[in-house]
């Protein structure tokens, strides 16, 4: 096979060219072809892998290959930084593409040798953490990173409709699998704390752009959204409140709740970007039995409550958590106990359900920055995403960003966010958490 008998069947989606970018690319997508099927005869097709407005820190593209001879198939998930300079600068591309790579060539390899350890069976879903993609190959190649991934779609598992409410079970099924991946940290630190000492230092994407005034502006903007969406004579309160919360700069905001060494010894290594369209669901007559975690570009070493918030606070409404968070904080908890057992530590001693409450008191917060970031973007529909290559260029030529965040909007959804929002400031009040 080679470069120019690929053929692609794209239809304009962001990201779409007529090959892969790079020749390096192509060359190590037939490479892992070639390997996995184990023949030099193979048809493959390209085509785009995500669609506008799913994914804003890289390019993400499908290879559907199929020996001639064997009829055996492998579909792969390529995942390129974005090509354009601009969006590569504002959108953390090179860093990002460090931290993922790490997770999947460092991080996680050493949870799956820590499990083994222990007797568990890393295939065995039900039994183990194992809930991420496979990873063929990654390239940290300056301006041709790159990580190739096995497709998911083709066993089932899909995204979830962000613009849908998702039913408990989802919640559970995020609750349960975030349990088990916090457990893994949280014990290896008690048996083997040199293995992820080395992990302890990583630095938060967020503040690489500190002194970015642009970000900030950025943050003022959405900010500013937020605090007209609430009623300020009918609910004083959580106006003022919010308003204090938000007092100050977003980035030292962001330092503090995302530095580790003020959550110990409760920090562990977080997913760190948990909102929907990083999880892929499997359903069975609607009910969803399995789920992956995509995206570890934002890995940190923070509170293991980061996560949750960032999850609960963009993915529910209030009336949601006004019927299950509590509940679902539950659900969290015994599963990080029980696989804590399982791995060999004691979870009343690493981390009682007390520390859970002190941790969620302490930066629970962040679920509502998240909010202000997330919501934005989870409410507007896909055609009414803005080009995020021209807006990253208004960014990096210092333009006035007023006009770029009023484009986050759909009319017929901005019902949907006031009352999100709004519900996730009052939640913020009612918890104690700001």
């Known amino acids: 096979m080679s470069y120019d008998e690929v053929t692609m069947c794209l239809d304009g989606k962001d990201g779409a060219t007529a090959t892969l970018p790079k020749a390096s690319y192509q060359k190590m997508l037939e490479d892992i072809v070639h390997r996995e099927l184990d023949s030099d005869d193979v048809a493959m097709e390209l085509s785009a892998g995500s669609n506008k407005g799913d994914n804003y820190m890289g390019v993400v593209f499908r290879a559907q290959a199929e020996c001639r001879q064997s009829g055996k198939k492998l579909n792969v998930i390529i995942k390129l930084p974005p090509q354009n300079e601009a969006r590569r600068n504002q959108f953390f591309t090179r860093p990002s593409f460090e931290r993922e790579i790490s997770f999947y060539t460092e991080i996680y390899p050493m949870m799956v040798e820590f499990q083994r350890e222990k007797g568990i069976n890393v295939e065995d879903g039900s039994e183990a953490f194992n809930q991420i993609p496979h990873c063929y190959q990654t390239s940290l190649v300056e301006l041709e990173e790159a990580i190739m991934m096995g497709d998911l779609k083709e066993f089932g598992f899909e995204m979830f409709d962000r613009h849908q409410e998702q039913k408990f079970e989802h919640f559970e099924l995020v609750m349960r699998t975030l349990g088990r991946y916090h457990a893994l940290s949280l014990a290896l630190k008690d048996q083997h704390p040199e293995r992820i000492e080395p992990h302890k230092s990583m630095v938060e994407l967020f503040t690489t752009r500190e002194d970015d005034g642009q970000m900030d502006q950025w943050f003022t903007m959405l900010t500013t959204r937020m605090m007209e969406a609430l009623d300020q004579e009918q609910d004083p309160e959580v106006y003022e409140k919010v308003k204090n919360a938000m007092d100050g700069t977003f980035m030292d905001k962001i330092k503090e709740l995302t530095n580790g060494k003020l959550a110990e010894p409760y920090a562990v290594i977080c997913h760190g970007d948990c909102w929907n369209n990083n999880m892929l669901f499997k359903h069975e ?48 908890h015994q599963s990080l106990s029980s696989f804590m057992r399982r791995l060999g530590s004691d979870p009343e001693k690493l981390f009682p359900r007390k520390a859970l409450d002190d941790q969620l008191k302490k930066f629970g917060r962040f679920g509502l920055f998240m909010a202000v970031m997330l919501l934005p973007v989870i409410t507007t529909k896909s055609e009414d995403v803005p080009d995020l290559e021209e807006m990253a260029e208004k960014m990096e030529s210092g333009a006035d960003l007023s006009a770029e965040v009023d484009n986050f909007r759909s009319e017929s959804t901005e019902g949907i966010y006031r009352e999100k929002i709004v519900g996730c400031c009052q939640d913020m009040v009612q918890l104690g958490y700001i």
Request: aromatic share 16%.
């Open 285 to 332: 007559n609607g009910i969803p039995v399995d789920i992956r975690l995509l995206d570890w570009q934002i890995a940190r070493y923070a509170s293991p409550v980061l996560d949750l918030m960032y999850f609960l606070f963009t993915a529910s409404t209030k009336r949601f958590r006004d019927k299950h968070y509590e509940t679902l904080l539950d659900i969290y």
